[in-house]
């Protein structure tokens, strides 16, 4: 296995529960259990990946709730998903099941009707235009925040602030800071945080909080060293909508991480490996 397959698939099983990323009883063979309910698949990966794309050999078995035609349909949008996210040298695994979750979300009949908040509630979630900080709060400038669209599944909404910090104090500055300016996000149900930074002589510096979403910092702080992301630090902050969302949420935190990566312009968003020379990255 290549360095870069196996930093992937424990990136994989990090950000999505261990078991999404499985090798087989065949060599370079591994099973990709996507999250939701979709069939999983069998992926081969060659010596030489990420040089060349994966293959895709089939579909391994039909998901828990799984229907007649669900497996073709499931394998048909996986293949399409990999070769439109494949740029020959960068892994995409990651990249693939996103964009597998968006063409599976896209073809569910029923699924904007399930989906979306009412806009009162999107709006409500947004940051306010101008905070004000109470009297005894920390006296700070406000954080150069770049902030997520919301993100929305059955009334949870999701949005994420990504900032560039150069110590530990400053992040943590920044998380008390947006804690003590913004009543929203004071009041949300989670506020999941992650941070990795890098300091004098090689010193580097990662820490993740979960704020009461269990292993979601981690899933967090693996998203960030995927995308070999440096003194930045980053937010997802989650209103609960009243229905569970089960493993599905996890996916939803980092998304909403990512689109707030995006458009700080630390990655692309055809892929993750296509990084720009910007304050963030090494």
Known sequence: MSEELQDEVE???????????????????????????????????????????????????????????DAARDLSLFIQALS?????GAVCLFDAIEELTRLLESSAPDEPQDRGATPESVEEALPTSKATLDANTIDTSEPPWVISDPFVELRSVFVARCAPVSSTEEAETFVQHLLSSDKKVRTA????????????????FQDCDDDGETAAGGRLLHLMQLMDLWNMMVIVTRWYGGHKLGP???????????????????????????????????
């Open 11 to 69: 990136a994989i099983n990090s950000i999505y529960g261990d078991g999404c990323l499985m090798p087989s009883n065949d060599a370079n063979v591994y099973i990709l259990k996507p999250p939701g309910e979709s069939s999983s698949l069998r992926v081969e990966f060659p010596p030489t990946y990420p040089a060349v794309p994966p293959v895709v050999l089939g579909t391994n078995s039909t998901g828990e709730h799984g229907r007649r035609g």
């Open 84 to 88: 439109s996210v494949y740029e020959p």
């Open 189 to 204: 149900t989670h506020n999941i945080t992650a941070w990795r930074i890098k300091g004098p002589n090689n010193t580097t």
């Open 248 to 282: 599905r949420r996890f996916a939803l935190i980092n998304q909403t991480a990512r689109d707030a990566f995006v458009k700080a312009g630390l990655v692309s968003e055809s892929s993750n490996k296509d990084k720009k020379n910007k304050p963030g990255k090494s």
